[in-house]
């Protein structure tokens, strides 16, 4: 079964309204999660580290003044896109890092579903 | 900077052949290497992972390759089937960080 999740699935929203997406690891902790964001037809592209109780990474070009990231606990990670545009409209997928209960070995690398943004 | 290519971009071809799915990169001063499946508008599925120090790993059908010093990596998929019709994604990790660095993807197509 899934290990990680995202809400909501799909979402549509106006332009210049705020959206947030969250980032779940299910039975296992998550010190370090993934944003990733990829547009129709490309790779994906990979946006922010987000570290639980500190600030989050941004990669170049990425502004962090738009795209909040917040990871206020182990399990939980969440992007939100503010003022959101039609550019924004996006395939956005997180990732989270860890060893889920019951499983042994290293830490692996889990993505979600991922978020699929239509800004109007 | 690293900088992942994927050949071909897309493939079509009938069921029950061999394919190889090519994968470059640019930095061959790689943590791993992985190779995900991704389904169209969904996430991604891990099928393999190549540590630096291995050559090869291998699960079920699929045999992934690498040749650090080439910066090339390859994905093997015998006796092909419509189901494993999907894009093919590539990506390499310069550290044990996890940030991972995608390729472009391959599409396969695989008719019945």
């Known amino acids: 079964g899934a290990v990680v999740s995202q809400h909501p699935s799909r979402v549509i929203c106006k332009s210049g309204t705020s959206v947030k997406i969250e980032c779940r690891s299910l039975d296992f902790q998550a010190t370090t999660m993934f944003w990733y964001r990829q547009f129709p037809k490309q790779s994906l592209m990979l946006m922010a580290t987000s570290n639980e109780g500190s600030k989050a990474t941004y990669e170049q070009g990425v502004e962090k003044d738009k795209f909040l990231i917040n990871h206020a606990s182990l399990t939980l990670s969440t992007l939100t896109v503010t003022s959101a545009h039609p550019e924004d409209s996006s395939f956005y997928i997180c990732?989270?890092?860890?060893?889920?209960?019951?499983?042994?070995?290293?830490?692996?690398?889990?993505f979600g579903p991922g978020t699929r943004l239509l800004v109007l | 900077k690293q900088e992942v290519t994927q050949i071909p971009a897309a493939l079509s071809v009938p069921e029950g052949e061999n394919l190889v799915l090519n994968c470059s990169f640019t930095d061959s001063a790689i943590y791993n290497l992985q190779w995900f499946r991704q389904d169209p508008g969904k996430g991604l599925t891990s099928l393999l992972l190549i540590q630096s120090s291995q050559r090869e790993q291998t699960s079920g059908r699929l045999n992934a390759s690498l040749d650090k010093s080439s910066g090339r990596s390859t994905l093997y998929i015998a006796a092909s089937q419509p189901g494993d019709s999907a894009t093919y994604l590539c990506a390499v990790s310069s550290s044990n960080t996890g940030k991972l660095i995608f390729g472009q993807g391959t599409t396969l197509q695989v008719k019945p």
């Open positions: 990732s989270a890092v860890g060893t889920p209960k019951g499983l042994l070995g290293e830490e692996t690398q889990y």
